[in-house]
């Protein structure tokens, strides 16, 4: 088993550095999804870990082996990784068998492991198809087959689930989660899907441009993002303006909300930060406990995703806000609601406009 | 993310394609330096020579008049045979782009047998339309046909005939197309030898290929050499700028729709069949019909089976020796300027576009001198053929690899490297592997274009060998028109080699709707 260690890693193509001081450390045996839009650098951290490129400055480390440093840089065959690169990318000249094969030593055990390694992504039945004559996921699960064949110590996954339809992808993502839980192998995967990277990792590490911004449980990433922007690109998000009142809570429009953590002592005024499903609509008419706190608004729209909806609601001091509810929503645009939330909030200073 | 890595490429890949491109830069290098030590008096002197001004005349006058030959007949045919319903026209397409596999000398030959009296300026640039046109045929056809037909029928639905709106909105598609071909064109115009021979123009060719002979007046054929390189290598720049801006107007991406054909009146159906039949005959049938009439009527000498073997045999041993050289000199350059993008790879390649610019009669000029003048073991041998060839049709080969080699993903190499194979391995398992199918059909290009090629072969070659270009020119040059007529016939079967395989390479870019424009490296000039 193996941890990997980057530290201070920098790398580029020769023009400004896509990676910029970048620390990583995954523990020995965790998946850790590595997440970013386009042109966060994460491709080219994949790129650096597997041996491509030369990073210009810090150190990656495998366990106690140093890949790369200050005069140092194992070539990728001396690495011991795996490698499933988007949409597999199999050797088109070889068969099913010669791909998972391809990283064995030729002998009688190497036929033994590639029948233990088409059985445990399923796919012994095609040992002698040809890559061409494989759908999509399959040709993934072979990806992964001929990656896990020589037993590497580190696997590298970039994008491995995004060119399949969304059933297929949800169902190959459990599979392949329980077979490395089971392998115990320290897993690095790249993908640009919140969703993805939430769903599947013990860790998920947010990059962007070029450096780790937070690197927490996913649970955590979700709820206590570390600022602004990783709220929003990590999932749906209700922004308030809101005055710190020197107690346990801010004021917003939705009335007081506790807030997580330490409010900055010289911050006034901030952004208090939810998820649509911490606020609440309930009926502004009805009488009760409930006839107080929140606050008003009409709904303005409703996006119906199914399993559930969100409910788009301008408050009457024009605030923008999102409500999730579960299903179909039981009340229609133009209707008066109260909106009431759940805290805590997380707080960021206000963006420089 | 950036595909082509930004990694440095491997030393010896450069040293290998730095090597390959010194080589390939020999003929041109010497050229300059033969003229540049014969000093500014003597340089003047040739350069304000009235016959070095005439030559220009000319040759400029014939690719300007041949170019505009070719728009005139092509641009309507394309747009007749892509855009109306006029019955037969992928036949009639298929039967436009024969003049490809007909080399110059050889049209030029069948219709000076049947006519004799034909000679000069304008008897040459007749031949050479007939023969080139297919250049801007065939892009032009291919723009046509890709154009978005979504945006004719909104110039429609704007109020515009439909006339007007093909003419408005699906034409200016296919300028860039013709303008590409047009110059591929006058680079053919501009490197040809034996139309301009046969019919006594003093064009560059025939007059450096002249003072060569007559007196080995090396100054003044080298000047006029560096003239017409400069000329060709201003068309090469000029292909290569129209060709970057050759950009398809889609509105939208996904399947492409069918364009809705324009209805002939029977009247104009007549009148179109009636216009490509015209072509066609001038084409192909009066040369094929007059090349079968001599082989038919025979010489006074009958046939001899065995020359003509042996001509073949000679022909394809000196273009196989050439191909493997060009492939061994293409396969760093084209390993380098597909995966790697670099001042090395831009470096290197540029040596393919001076490829281009330098007509068989030049090199064989450049390496007559060389081979005379440093190494006399030499001149005149196999190998200095081959040499000539190699560098002529370098090109074609670094095309051919490039495409196939940028066709195989960098991540297979890659994921090959982290599943334990060296660098050297990894790339021969997997990119060479996935590519040599490619490599090896650009080889074959060569030879068969390399076959065909006469001026280097008839400077170079060594005496007593005759190559079937050879004894086709040496017949025609004792006006021996029936016994030239079979080597015509094998001349002709030759080339259709490659138009076919062209021909088919570009109707498979047709359907991938990629740049369909001929490329440089695809043409035999």
Redesign the interface.
Same mark, same amino acid.
């Given at each position: 088993m193996t941890s990997v260690r980057v530290e201070a890693l920098s790398a580029?193509?020769?023009g400004p550095p896509v990676l910029n001081d970048l620390d990583l450390m995954v523990n020995s045996g965790q998946l850790v999804a590595v997440l970013g839009s386009?042109g966060s650098g994460k491709?080219?951290l994949l790129?650096v870990l &597997?041996? +491509?490129?030369?990073p210009t400055r810090g150190t990656v480390a495998f366990g106690d082996r140093q890949m790369s440093g200050p005069g140092i840089w194992v070539?990728?065959?001396k690495?011991r990784?795996?490698?499933v690169?988007?949409e597999g &990318?199999l +050797?088109?000249?070889l068969n099913v068998r010669g791909n998972v094969a391809?990283?064995l030593q030729k002998s009688d055990a190497s036929a033994e492991r590639v029948a233990e390694v088409l059985a445990m992504v399923s796919m012994s039945d095609f040992a002698d198809a040809r890559p061409q004559e494989l759908s999509g996921g399959q040709q993934q699960r072979v990806a992964l087959a001929?990656?896990l064949a020589?037993r590497?110590e580190v696997l590298l996954l970039d994008e491995p689930f995004s060119a399949l339809d969304a059933g297929l992808r949800a169902t190959l993502r459990t599979e392949v989660r329980e077979l490395l839980t089971t392998l115990g192998t320290t897993t690095i995967m790249v993908t640009h899907d919140q969703e993805e990277a939430l769903s599947i990792a013990d860790k998920v590490a947010f990059m962007r441009n070029g450096q780790l911004v937070q690197m927490s449980k996913p649970s955590t990433l979700y709820q206590e993002p570390t600022d602004i922007e990783t709220a929003r690109f990590v999932g749906d998000s209700v922004e308030l303006r809101a005055v710190y009142n020197g107690g346990e809570t801010v004021d917003t429009s939705l009335g007081p909300i506790r807030v997580r953590g330490e409010i900055p002592a010289s911050a006034r005024s901030v952004i208090a930060v939810l998820r649509p499903e911490q606020l609440v609509i309930v009926d502004p008419h009805a009488v009760g406990s409930v006839n107080t706190g929140g606050g008003l608004g009409s709904v303005k729209a409703i996006t119906y995703h199914g399993h559930d909806s969100l409910v788009h609601v301008t408050l009457a001091d024009g605030e923008s806000i999102t409500v999730r509810v579960p299903g179909e929503s039981v009340v229609a645009p133009g209707e008066h609601v109260r909106v009431i939330a759940t805290g805590p909030a997380s707080v960021f200073e206000p963006p420089v406009e | 993310?950036?595909k082509r890595?930004?990694?440095r490429p491997p030393r010896p890949l450069i040293a290998a394609a730095v090597v390959s491109a010194l080589l390939a830069f020999i003929p041109l290098a010497y050229l300059i330096v033969r003229v540049v030590s014969a000093g500014p008096d003597k340089i003047l002197a040739s350069l304000f020579r009235a016959r070095t001004l005439e030559t220009t005349v000319t040759s400029v006058g014939l690719m300007v008049v041949v170019v505009s030959g070719c728009l005139i007949i092509a641009i309507p045919a394309a747009a007749l045979l892509t855009r109306t319903n006029l019955p037969g026209r992928r036949w009639w397409l298929t039967a436009l782009a024969l003049p490809l596999a007909i080399p110059s000398y050889v049209a030029a030959y069948a219709w000076i047998a049947q006519f004799p009296a034909m000679s000069g300026f304008w008897a040459a640039a007749f031949i050479l339309v007939a023969v080139s046109y297919p250049y801007v045929l065939l892009p032009v056809a291919a723009a046509l046909r890709a154009a978005d037909p979504a945006i004719e029928e909104v110039a429609r639905s704007l109020g515009k005939s439909p006339f007007e709106a093909f003419k408005t909105t699906t034409l200016p598609q296919a300028i860039p197309a013709a303008a590409a071909g047009s110059l591929l064109v006058a680079l053919y115009v501009l490197s040809d030898f034996g139309a301009v021979s046969l019919f006594r123009v003093d064009a560059f060719t025939r007059v450096i290929f002249a003072s060569y002979r007559a007196s080995f007046d090396r100054t003044s054929a080298a000047v006029l050499a560096s003239i017409l390189v400069l000329l060709a290598l201003i068309l090469v720049f000029a292909e290569r700028k129209v060709r970057g801006k050759s950009l398809q107007y889609r509105s939208a991406s996904g399947t492409q729709r069918i364009a809705v054909l324009t209805q002939l009146t029977a009247r104009a159906r007549l009148l179109s069949w009636g216009f490509v039949a015209v072509v066609i005959v001038i084409a192909i049938i009066v040369p094929v019909t007059s090349l079968f009439m001599r082989l038919v009527e025979g010489s006074r000498r009958s046939l001899d089976v065995a020359e003509l073997a042996q001509a073949t045999l000679s022909s394809a041993g000196a273009a196989a020796a050439g191909a493997v050289i060009a492939v061994a000199l293409a396969l760093p350059i084209g390993l380098l300027t597909a995966r790697y993008r670099s001042k090395w790879s831009t470096g290197t390649e540029s040596v393919a576009f001076a490829g281009h610019a330098l007509p068989g009669v030049v090199i064989g000029l450049s390496l007559v001198f060389l081979t005379i003048n440093t190494v006399p073991v030499l001149y005149q041998t196999l190998f200095t053929l081959a040499f000539a060839y190699a560098v002529l049709f370098l090109p074609k080969s670094i095309g051919a690899t490039r495409t196939s080699v940028a066709a195989v993903?960098p991540?297979?190499e890659?994921?090959?490297?982290?599943?334990?194979?060296?660098?050297f391995t990894?790339w021969s398992q997997?990119t060479l592997?996935?590519s040599w199918p490619g490599i090896a059909a650009g080889g074959l290009l060569v030879l068969l274009t390399a076959m065909k090629e006469l001026p280097a072969t008839l400077m170079l070659r060594p005496t007593g060998f005759d190559t079937l270009a050879t004894e086709l020119w040496s017949r025609t040059e004792i006006a021996a028109y029936g016994a030239a007529a079979p080597y015509a016939l094998a001349l002709i079967a030759l080339a259709a080699i490659p138009s076919f395989v062209l021909s088919m390479a570009m109707s498979r870019d047709e359907t991938k709707n990629q740049d369909p424009t001929p490329r440089l490296d695809t043409v035999s000039l």
């Open positions: 580029g193509y020769g386009s491709t080219t790129r &597997a041996g +491509f490129l030369t070539p990728p065959e690495r990784v795996g490698i690169p988007q &990318a +050797f088109p000249h391809f990283g001929r990656a020589p590497p | 993310m950036t890595s930004g990694i993903p991540i297979l890659q994921t090959a490297r982290t599943l334990g194979r060296n660098p990894a997997t592997r996935l």
